[in-house]
């Protein structure tokens, strides 16, 4: 099986040229065409001969796929459907907004987390995607030039493919690859302890942590992953960095009718965030097969919110995208359907 280009940083990519008997400087060519310029073909790198172009093609392909499937939302989100590796497939959504264009991005298919209230969680886990993978989601949608930003918030937990997504953060960020500032970049978790700690400590984009209720036992209840990494340990972790500058941390709150959406629990998050620099969305919860819980009604969320934003705490109710096309938090599962 041929290796991939995309992926492949320029030191992998000189290297890659030179195997192939070339000079280095092509392999600066190929990532010009691959990341800055976004060519999904190679009929489209016209400054590299055709000679040059069978060689690499003897031993590696681009590694770009054109998606499968294609949804659209009546707000205007999109939704793409991508094979990944020889059974599954993995989607990514488009969510535009003003001058904004920001791509939700799946790491992973499946997800082996098990939140009961996610759709990707339900599913079980199928595979981490690969570099190439996760960059081909940038590459090869329609919208690829006018991106804006990106959020880790697809299939799977980012932190449990964290080599790959580290990578494809690095290409995404560096001068040779998209150029990216690391702000236009956030990676939601549910915290995986100590991949956390690296990725703290290794990358500048921001954290958004999939919190959902503040008391341990009820958190269990529906994430499992409060066992193995509780969140009063996440949160002392958090702590433990500065984010006061132009790195982020919020926490994501799905709320749920009569689960965690009353004063007890908007009372119990405000002791558990006291003092930290953050910001807690509250999202709606998107119903789902086989699950009893429903959404909070929208008199509560903002009851919740401007309680929480008059003990000192900035608190948002995030708008729902896509939910027509099953776009929205919670709702990927990879399904082989086009609209």
């Keep these: 099986m041929k290796q991939k280009l995309l992926g492949k940083n320029l030191q992998e990519l000189s290297e890659a040229a030179v195997a192939c008997g070339l000079k280095p400087f092509v392999g600066r060519q190929i990532a010009d065409w691959l990341y800055a310029k976004r060519a999904t073909g190679w009929d489209r790198m016209v400054n590299i001969s055709k000679d040059s172009k069978a ?30 590796g020889e059974t599954n497939a993995v989607e990514a959504v488009l969510i535009p907004d003003e001058d904004r264009k920001t791509l939700c991005v799946s790491s992973q298919a499946g997800c082996k987390m098990g939140c009961k209230f996610c759709m990707t969680g339900r599913q079980g886990w199928h595979g981490n995607l690969d570099v190439a993978d996760i960059l081909n989601q940038f590459v090869s949608i329609p919208e690829s030039d006018s991106l804006t930003n990106a959020v880790f918030m697809g299939m799977g937990e980012p932190l449990d493919n964290y080599g790959a997504v580290s990578k494809a953060i690095g290409i995404l960020t560096s001068p040779e690859g998209f150029g990216w500032s690391p702000k236009r970049i956030t990676l939601s978790t549910i915290g995986v302890l100590p991949v956390l700690k690296k990725y703290l400590d290794e990358q500048r984009c921001h954290l958004a942590v999939s919190l959902h209720n503040p008391f341990p036992e009820e958190r269990l209840e529906l994430m499992p992953v409060q066992k193995a990494w509780p969140l009063s340990d996440v949160v002392g972790l958090i702590r433990q960095y500065d984010f006061s500058g132009q790195r982020r941390v919020s926490f994501e709150y799905t709320m749920f009718a009569g689960w965690n959406d009353d004063k007890r629990h908007a009372d119990a998050l405000i002791r558990l965030l006291e003092g930290l620099e953050c910001r807690v969305n509250l999202i709606r919860f998107h119903e789902i097969p086989d699950f009893p819980y429903r959404c909070s009604p929208d008199v509560r969320m903002e009851e919740f919110k401007n309680r929480l934003n008059n003990h000192g705490i900035v608190c948002t109710i995030r708008a729902s995208r896509g939910e027509d096309i099953l776009a929205a938090c919670g709702m990927l599962a990879g399904q082989h359907s086009q609209q």
């Design 55 to 84: 060689r690499l093609q003897e031993m590696y392909e681009l590694g770009t796929s054109a998606p499968i499937g294609s949804a659209l939302s009546s707000d205007g989100t999109s939704k793409y459907l991508f094979k990944a």
